[in-house]
């Protein structure tokens, strides 16, 4: 029986590890965010843990293991913010600069940024980002904007979205099919479920295509700003 139950304790742990990082209160912001309700979901989407902050803006949450976790970040005045991974077999400690939470008046900053956006002022969610290459600037000494790429949004595997981009010097475009300089782009009206995304640039006559995936909670965010074009 003593081993029955070690080898059900030892099945348990296999299920899960513990996925913890540290939250700020936004995303160019130090100051970490305490009290920060953390829920995450299983690849079925299903609740799977949840945690809360301590003052230093630190959690420990169970993801379950070998697979595609989300983790949702709630906080009272903020928006709900969504970061999703993958885990495999073993606990794992996000990068302090991954996390933030979204305060409504940055969501409302985004909105006015993109304003000249037919779609800037739907209801729903918004996914936002910066699509870059894997070549440091010499000038910047940071990765190079991946400049006339282009986002394909799909949610569920069924409906798809209209990105928003911004022009060479950061203003938004009524009509673009692509990113300037900034690399900057937002969409806008997401409903909530599973968004799958593509980031295609052309080189010369070859598409170099990248994909992510991301969990949209009800009127939530999802950010985007270490999304790679792979040069291959």
Known sequence: M?????????????????LSGSVRTGQYESTPAAGVGVTSLDPELSPFGKAQTNDAGEFEVPVAANGVYHILLAQDGAVTTSFSGIVGNSDFTLDDSLLFIRSAS???????????????????????????????????????MAEDARVVATLNDAVTYTPCYVDDDGVSLEAGDRVGATGQFAVFGVSEGVISLEFQRDVG???????AFAYMPENGFIPL????????
């Open 106 to 144: 940055e969501v409302e900053a985004t909105r006015t940024l993109y304003e000249n956006c037919p779609e800037s002022d739907l209801e729903g969610g918004i996914i936002e980002g910066i699509l870059r290459l894997p070549i440091v600037s010499n000038s910047t000494d940071d990765y190079m």
């Open 225 to 232: 700003f270490s999304i790679m074009i792979d040069l291959q």
């Open 205 to 211: 006559d070859k598409a170099l295509t990248n994909y």
């Open 2 to 18: 003593m081993l029955f139950l070690l080898a059900l304790a030892c099945l348990e742990q296999e299920n899960e590890v513990m």
